[in-house]
């Protein structure tokens, strides 16, 4: 009887010990994810979609998805202040590289990367575009934004409304500011349609021509330089009169210095305008404002004569993902990232958002097809704002874009402006 009690008391503690490891390999984790997107987005809801189906083959992995908006570090790092767990961070890469990977608080991806992708075929780092894995490393190389969305700069406008009335894309400056002459007096629309309320879409002038002046990297060099001689070079008070020639001859929509954002971009939309300087997420803003018979077309920012920089130097900016070093889910956030960066589930986003992707293998969407084929053949990629925010970020916030918007504006003249860029880089330098 004893030996038998024993027998069912070792056959008792057995299946316990079963139970108790079957849970913990069963066991419910969860990420905590914040996104920049608002929920209403098309971009959310690809996002949506990626959670339902990851849940269908990993159910015991929750995420938590919160949909923030574009101030989703600030709030994020709020929250954390206050005691509240984010693993997973969803924000532009230049951003997340400011705020997380040089304050040394982001999870390095590399050991991963080398790894294979979700579906098993090849390093997962070799399933994005070149150079877009490593854009926002840090200076020793290491990779903690893992991208998805790919973004560029350039001009756009209805190829309708430009047919109807014989209006070709320019390729030099030249032709650029003949065009928006012919536009501007021999019709009743504006040229140009701008947001001059948003500083960093006044600043997209500024570091293209900058680029097409000087070449990539001029903007950075200078912000760089601790002596502040390097603003000195003419090219950078060129850029400036040329900003202000725009409005000095009336081709920037008139009362646009007034303007809230979105109320510039509008006036694309309506047909009241002949194109506008933006990212390629615009067609996807202006998705529901245009008409039917809108049909979307974009140019590369012509080349100026002169100068370094070729129409074939495109922008590549990128949204990505990074993780917090403190989190207690780092291998399931990987696995969710390497799910989420799939060509199917890419495709998913790009589809419903209109977006390009940093994902090998994805298409690009019908509206963004002129600057889809110009990255294709690109033969040099700068970061956008020139690499300086991402760079040094509070020098970007509070000294360019501070006194860029003041000489955009009109509200200091060009030598101004050079003085003040000259001197607060010297009293940045000094502080650091």
Same mark, same amino acid.
């Given at each position: 009887m004893k030996k038998l009690f024993f027998w069912l008391v070792i056959?008792?503690?057995?299946?316990?010990?079963?139970?108790?490891?079957?849970?913990a390999i069963g066991e419910t984790k969860t990420i905590v994810f914040w996104s920049m997107y608002n929920e209403q987005e098309p971009a959310a809801s690809a996002i949506k979609t990626w959670i339902k189906e990851y849940k269908k083959i990993k159910p015991e992995i929750n995420i938590d998805v919160t949909?923030?908006?574009?101030?989703?570090?600030?709030?994020?790092?709020?929250?954390?202040?206050?005691?509240?767990?984010? @693993?997973?961070? $969803?924000? %532009? =890469?230049?951003? /997340?590289?400011?705020?997380?990977? +040089?304050? !040394?608080?982001?999870?390095?991806m590399d050991e991963a990367l @080398?790894?294979? $992708?979700? %579906? =098993?075929?090849? /390093?997962?780092?070799?399933?994005? +575009?070149? !150079?877009?894995?490593?854009?926002?490393?840090?200076?020793?190389?290491?990779?903690?934004?893992?991208?998805?969305? /790919?973004?560029s700069n350039g001009f756009f406008y209805d190829k309708k409304l430009w047919q109807d009335n014989g209006w070709a894309?320019?390729?030099?400056?030249?032709?650029? /500011?003949?065009?928006?002459?012919?536009?501007?007096?021999?019709?009743?629309?504006?040229?140009?349609?701008?947001?001059?309320g948003l500083d960093f879409y006044n600043d997209m002038w500024n570091y293209q021509i900058m680029e097409r002046l000087k070449g990539p990297g001029a903007l950075l060099s200078a912000a760089e330089d601790k002596t502040g001689e390097s603003w000195g070079d003419p090219a950078f008070k060129k850029a400036i009169e040329i900003e202000q020639e725009l409005f000095d001859k009336g081709y920037i929509i008139e009362g646009c210095k007034g303007f809230t954002w979105p109320a510039g971009q509008g006036f694309l939309a309506?047909?009241?305008?002949?194109?506008?300087?933006?990212?390629?997420?615009?067609?996807?803003?202006?998705?529901?404002?245009?008409?039917?018979?809108?049909?979307?077309?974009?140019?590369?920012?012509?080349?100026?004569?002169?100068?370094?920089?070729?129409?074939?130097?495109?922008?590549?900016?990128?949204?990505?993902?990074?993780?917090?070093?403190?989190?207690?889910?780092?291998?399931e956030i990987v696995d969710f990232l390497k799910f989420c960066t799939t060509v199917d589930n890419q495709q998913i986003f790009v589809d419903g958002s209109w977006n390009m992707s940093a994902v090998?293998?994805?298409?690009?969407?019908?509206?963004l097809e002129g600057l889809g084929q110009a990255l294709e053949e690109a033969e040099v990629l700068f970061d956008r704002h020139?690499?300086?925010?991402?760079?040094?970020?509070?020098?970007?916030?509070?000294?360019?874009?501070?006194?860029?918007?003041?000489?955009?504006?009109?509200?200091?003249?060009?030598?101004?402006?050079?003085k003040l860029m000259k001197e607060e880089t010297i009293r940045y330098w000094e502080k650091q």
């Open positions: 056959v008792a503690l057995t299946v316990s010990a079963t139970l108790v490891v079957g849970a949909f923030a908006g574009r101030e989703v570090v600030t709030k994020v790092m709020a929250a954390r202040g206050g005691g509240v767990v984010v @693993d997973l961070l $969803g924000m %532009e =890469g230049f951003v /997340l590289r400011a705020s997380l990977v +040089l304050e !040394g608080i982001s999870l390095v @080398d790894k294979p $992708g979700f %579906e =098993g075929e090849g /390093l997962w780092r070799d399933s994005f +575009l070149p !150079g877009t894995v490593e854009q926002y490393a840090t200076d020793d190389g290491k990779v903690s934004i893992i991208p998805f969305n /790919l973004h894309v320019p390729k030099t400056w030249d032709e650029f /500011l003949a065009l928006c002459e012919t536009i501007k007096t021999t019709s009743d629309i504006a040229p140009i349609a701008h947001d001059c309506s047909g009241e305008a002949a194109m506008n300087l933006n990212g390629t997420w615009l067609p996807n803003e202006l998705r529901n404002q245009v008409s039917e018979d809108f049909e979307w077309g974009s140019f590369p920012f012509p080349e100026i004569a002169g100068g370094v920089g070729k129409i074939s130097d495109m922008e590549s900016s990128l949204n990505g993902f990074a993780a917090f070093n403190d989190t207690k889910v780092g291998p090998l293998g994805t298409d690009v969407p019908t509206a020139d690499g300086l925010a991402a760079a040094y970020p509070e020098y970007y916030k509070n000294i360019y874009l501070k006194n860029h918007d003041l000489a955009f504006l009109g509200e200091i003249t060009p030598d101004e402006y050079i």
